[in-house]
């Protein structure tokens, strides 16, 4: 039976570069989860008798909203619902599953890499029938139909079995569970060459994976230790846990630290590497080595037609602006397109469903392919593999050659995170009334070349998107970012980029913050990061 449910709107319904994003406490308030997920069917048309898919990473509160979303989905009007066993679907892996099964579209619950538990992080986000997050477009539109809303409609029935493959009916609606990792690793399998990483792992190379608790634990220990051979143990914290075993499940040098450390032993495995809460991002650390994520997409990129998937070569590489500009050099050397736009996964959806963009990436983790229409933290790890088993080198030695080939962007990121939101805006602010003035003035050494809040074009569909990012550009070639982030979800995430460019080997080796010294302190200077913030120092350095 279906039911007719009146209500009243919430105010903070709306959706940021990945999302709804808020506390599990706000998301349990008396039809919260259900107003948002009915604005999301109110803004779309056209799905009567289609297929939408549903999954999360398993953080807590994620059976809850499945159930709600299954239920929604019935009385809606939806015509089958996939959903991963036990609510499990990675981020990428429901990519594949909404393009694979031409889905309509789906529901994915998830806060990416942000924290679990009764009091921490929850998400709900829409993604389209590519595969990708909902444009612009389609998010203002949820938004705005998320401040007048006054009913919504739910199926009156039994919990679904989400932990029992098979199929059943919900008002008129098929309900599947599904294995959640067996399409994904197929999909793996079609693209790189396992036989060649089998043979590799099997003569003594030594992979380690951190699935932090999360989501890729099932996908990586299928895939890592049965299908490619890796010795039991390999994937550590395998098993997904709503709290991620009360850690932070964020792939970086701080929250990942045990890894780091592993990986800089005088024993250290050949090859180390991570993913977060949702699965769609990776750290990558080769032995002795850590390798940025920005030297990580330009490194893969230059080396992708080592795996078959990629043989054939790429149409074009696109970064998000605070990227550094690795990437850059490489699409050069290659005669193919480079793009730059805003940060947000959805602004690369329309380069690559055009055939312009193959190989995508951002400085926070993230890289993927035109294989799905998501970051893939899985993906990335398995493209390492498949490159340091056809080139029989080190991850250290393939970095070393790869900057003398291209120079090396010494690069950073600074998050100083839960700041006041009036502190954060007001020192945005004040970097915006200093744009027109920075031109020509000079900080030490550094003098500023160009000074400007970037605007993307998008060369697809011609829309814009303002105010993605202050710059500013020396004329050495360095250059300071400056962003607030839209993935967290108390305060404000003030995010600093620094970047220098080396093209000369003999200076590939310096400390990064050493590197980067003279910078940091001209950002301060010309933000008045500790003296706006009050902070000393940032929460976290990569």
């Not at 921490?120 to 998320?146: C, H, L, M, Q, W």
Request: one cysteine or more.
């Amino acid at each position: 039976m279906i039911r007719t449910v009146t209500t009243t709107p919430y105010g903070d319904q709306k959706p940021g570069t990945s999302g709804l994003r808020k506390k599990v406490p706000v998301f349990q308030q008396k039809n919260y989860a259900e107003n948002f997920i009915q604005s999301i069917f109110d803004a779309l048309e056209g799905f009567a008798g289609q297929t939408l898919v549903i999954g999360g990473d398993g953080r807590f509160y994620n059976r809850e909203v499945i159930q709600i979303a299954i239920k929604m989905a019935a009385a809606n009007g939806f015509g089958r619902v996939l959903v991963g066993r036990g609510g499990i679907l990675s981020t990428p892996a429901a990519s594949n599953v909404i393009r694979k099964y031409e889905a309509f579209g789906g529901i994915v619950l998830s806060a990416s890499h942000n924290p679990g538990g009764p009091t921490e992080d929850f998400g709900i986000k829409y993604n389209i029938g590519n595969g990708g997050p909902a444009p612009e477009k389609v998010t203002d539109a949820i938004y705005a139909r998320s401040q007048v809303i006054d009913t919504y409609k739910i199926s009156d029935v039994a919990d679904v079995n989400l932990d029992a493959e098979g199929s059943q009916q919900i008002d008129g609606m098929t309900v599947t569970v599904i294995d959640p990792v067996a399409d994904y690793a197929e999909l793996m399998e079609s693209l790189f060459d396992f036989a060649a990483i089998r043979k590799l792992i099997s003569g003594g190379f030594r992979v380690v994976f951190d699935a932090m608790s999360a989501v890729t634990g099932p996908y990586a220990k299928e895939i890592i230790e049965k299908r490619l051979g890796a010795p039991k143990g390999s994937v550590m914290n395998f098993i997904p846990l709503p709290d991620f075993g009360g850690h932070h499940p964020d792939p970086n040098l701080v929250h990942a630290r045990a890894l780091y450390e592993t990986m800089m032993a005088p024993d250290a495995p050949d090859f180390g590497a991570a993913s977060d809460g949702d699965g769609d991002r990776n750290l990558v650390i080769g032995r002795g080595i850590f390798i940025t994520p920005s030297d990580s997409l330009a490194m893969l990129a230059a080396n992708a037609h080592l795996a078959p998937g990629y043989a054939k070569g790429l149409a074009g590489i696109a970064r998000s602006m605070p990227t550094s500009g690795a990437a850059d050099r490489v699409a050069e050397k290659l005669g193919i397109g480079l793009y730059e736009t805003p940060t947000g996964w959805k602004f690369f959806g329309n380069l690559l469903d055009e055939g312009m963009a193959t190989i995508c990436g951002e400085e926070s983790a993230g890289t993927g392919s035109n294989h799905v229409r998501e970051k893939d933290g899985l993906w990335a790890v398995l493209l390492w593999l498949n490159i340091l088993a056809a080139r029989k080198e080190s991850a250290l030695d393939i970095a070393r050659k790869h900057w003398a080939t291209y120079g090396r962007n010494y690069y950073s990121r600074h998050d100083y995170e839960e700041v006041d939101s009036d502190a954060a805006n007001g020192l945005v602010k004040a970097l915006r009334d200093q744009l027109a003035i920075l031109p020509g003035k000079s900080f030490g050494a550094l003098k500023v070349a160009t000074a400007d809040d970037f605007s993307y074009h998008d060369p697809v569909d011609h829309s814009v998107s303002k105010n993605q990012g202050i710059r500013i550009l020396f004329e050495s070639g360095s250059r300071v970012v400056f962003r607030l982030s839209g993935t967290g979800t108390s305060g404000a995430t003030l995010r600093v980029y620094i970047e220098r460019f080396e093209p000369d080997p003999a200076r590939h080796d310096i400390d990064t913050q050493e590197a980067l010294a003279d910078l940091i302190a001209v950002a301060d200077e010309i933000a008045g990061i500790k003296t706006r913030t009050g902070r000393t120092e940032p929460s976290v350095i990569t």
